[in-house]
């Protein structure tokens, strides 16, 4: 681009701009010094602004004090010693929060556009400038992250998480701010000269956060992959260790989220209007441990989840939960006991090796329930998913786990399962019948 300031007699001299009541020439069109200068301070200004409303948008943490010290009671509770410090953060404003920074970024464009008429000034770009301050300002915001994570583990009696030696990103925030963090593993590898991953796995912990030890196991997972990033060549795999850090950073740690929505009852499956509200009442007796939210896809963790599956279309899921001891399926050929087709079949044995490779853990078939991941992604979208239920939720076996179902998840990512054309037909076909009613009975998924 040619910038040229010109004087007040009309003489013209390339690269100088600082000529005192003259005009700039950007792109054949003359805009006065002063206001371009004068639009160049609004614009720097305005970048600093938006930078400060980040923080007070997405991360207005309070800290206090614990209000109690949480024991280890049973199988369910989460928490060991005494919780010095309150990861409890204020409420956010929703509408804030589920914008994200997109929505800043785009005003700030526009504005700057429609006041000054230029996206570019003197030779460097002010959205790559505002672009790379957001970088930074998101690396700080998962760095803050993976401090109270460090700091929940010290009160569960774990070593430091590897939280911030992995490269996260996050394009969500949860209701109390939180970054939704995940990687693509396949960014080690993918455009250095190998080709494009042939196969893509998801792995999601900490959906219920009150389930300790999926977080830790999940967060391992993922430093294992940081350290070896050839475990897995040609296979693309997705980690979300913590889908819901906002139970996770109460005390004690609890099933739901802020808002108090069980997120995985909260996915809008086809049936889930006319049965998710009248099971959980039923059926739970409207334990708020298990509400559904008062309509599907309301909380952000659920959406974070769809956003996963929508952008990376993963070939297999795993969701690691606790504390009922077995692996459940579903998916292509789910509740299906003859005349499998091969497909089927193929996509039925994914939890059988996962559990031949982790002391031949038990497998279950339980049945879908409305607004659960197994019936979204599943059952609608046949995309096999395994639900990987570890026995306990006590933090003691938080090692004990890993050692014994890492290689039950190596094997999963390995596992060679294509969706095929075939199953994405299938998928579409599924969703366009009109009155059709996912198959659920009697036994209900974790």
């Known amino acids: 681009m040619r910038f040229e300031a010109h004087t007040q007699r009309g003489t013209t001299t390339p690269g100088r701009l600082s000529t005192p009541g003259g005009f700039f020439s950007v792109k054949g069109h003359k805009l006065p010094l002063k206001i371009a200068l004068v639009g160049a301070a609004l614009a720097a200004f305005a970048a600093s602004t938006m930078q400060a409303q980040a923080r007070d948008v997405y991360f207005p943490f309070t800290d206090g004090k614990a209000a109690s010290a949480a024991p280890v009671i049973g199988d369910r509770t989460a928490d060991l010693g005494s919780a010095p410090v309150s990861m409890m953060a204020k409420p956010l404003d929703l509408t804030a929060s589920a914008q994200s920074e997109r929505s800043i970024m785009t005003e700030f464009r526009f504005l700057s556009r429609r006041l000054f008429g230029l996206d570019n000034m003197v030779g460097i770009s002010v959205f790559d400038a505002i672009g790379s301050a957001d970088a930074v300002r998101k690396g700080q915001r998962i760095r803050e992250l993976c401090a109270r994570v460090d700091e929940r583990y010290r009160t569960l009696g774990w070593n430091r998480s590897p939280c911030n030696s992995l490269p996260w990103t996050y394009d969500r925030v949860s209701e109390r701010g939180y970054p939704l963090i995940y990687w693509d593993y396949s960014g080690l590898t993918w455009g250095r000269g190998e080709p494009p991953p042939d196969e893509s796995t998801m792995v999601l912990g900490g959906v219920h956060p009150d389930e300790l030890t999926p977080i830790n196991l999940a967060f391992r997972f993922a430093e294992a992959l940081n350290k070896d990033p050839g475990l897995f060549v040609q296979h693309r795999v997705v980690v979300a260790p913590l889908v819901n850090p906002d139970g996770f ?198």
């Open 249 to 446: 950073f109460m005390f004690p740690a609890r099933r739901t989220n802020a808002n108090g929505v069980d997120l995985n009852r909260n996915f809008a499956t086809r049936d889930w209007w006319g049965t998710a509200t009248a099971w959980w009442k039923q059926r739970r007796n409207s334990d708020p441990r298990h509400f559904p939210g008062i309509a599907p896809e309301t909380e952000e963790g659920t959406r974070f989840q769809v956003d996963l599956m929508n952008h990376f279309q993963p070939d297999k899921v795993v969701s690691i939960h606790a504390p009922l001891g077995f692996l459940d399926y579903d998916g292509p050929g789910d509740n299906k006991r003859q005349n499998l087709s091969d497909f089927e079949k193929k996509a039925r044995d994914l939890a059988y090796i996962v559990s031949r490779n982790s002391n031949n853990y038990r497998v279950l078939d339980f049945a879908f329930y409305p607004g659960s991941l197994g019936n979204y992604a599943g059952n609608e979208r046949h995309v096999p998913t395994v639900t990987l239920e570890l026995s306990s939720t006590n933090p003691r076996f938080a090692e004990k786990y890993w050692r014994e179902f890492f290689p039950g998840l190596r094997a999963a990512v390995k596992y060679e399962f294509k969706r095929s054309a075939l199953a994405r037909l299938e998928t579409l076909s599924w969703q366009s019948q009109s009155g059709t009613t996912a198959n659920t009975c009697c036994l209900e998924s974790p």
